[in-house]
Nanobody, 125 residues
Framework: QVQLVESGGGLVQTGGSLRLSCAAS??????????MAWFRQAPGKEREIVAG????????NYADSVKGRFTISRDNDKNTVSLQMNSLKPEDTAVYYC????????????????WGQGTQVTVSS
């Protein structure tokens, strides 16, 4: 099993910063997880990937919309993944979900099969 618990969402003005954190636990995570990621879903839109990071090599990838503004990082000792969000825009407003991948995938943005409950990020204009 995999448990993912997010924290750090909130309300911020345009141009501000927020840091999201996700704590992972569970036997399945410890043995099989190979990557973690952050997704987001805005009202009326489909869920989209924001950033991903491989668990052991720490290779990070980003959606074009957040490159240069967001930074994903992980701490394997603590089983946590974080998303530092800078220069926030109103279009970043969404529920942000932490995800973990325990299956094989050739693409960094595919294969995530475990989800947290989500945390709201609201950017006011």
């Amino acid at each position: 099993q995999v448990q993912l618990v997010e924290s750090g969402g909130g309300l911020v003005q345009t141009g501000g910063s927020l840091r999201l954190s996700c704590a992972a636990s569970g036997r399945t995570f410890n043995i099989y997880a190979n990557a973690m990621a952050w997704f987001r879903q805005a009202p009326g839109k489909e869920r989209e990937i924001v950033a991903g990071i491989t668990r052991y090599s720490g290779i990070a990838n980003y959606a074009d919309s957040v490159k240069g503004r967001f930074t994903i990082s992980r701490d394997n000792d603590k089983n946590t993944v974080s998303l530092q969000m800078n220069s926030l825009k109103p279009e970043d407003t969404a529920v942000y979900y932490c995800a973990a991948r325990t299956s094989a995938s050739n693409e960094w943005y595919l294969g995530y099969n475990n989800w947290g409950q989500g945390t709201q990020v609201t950017v006011s204009s």
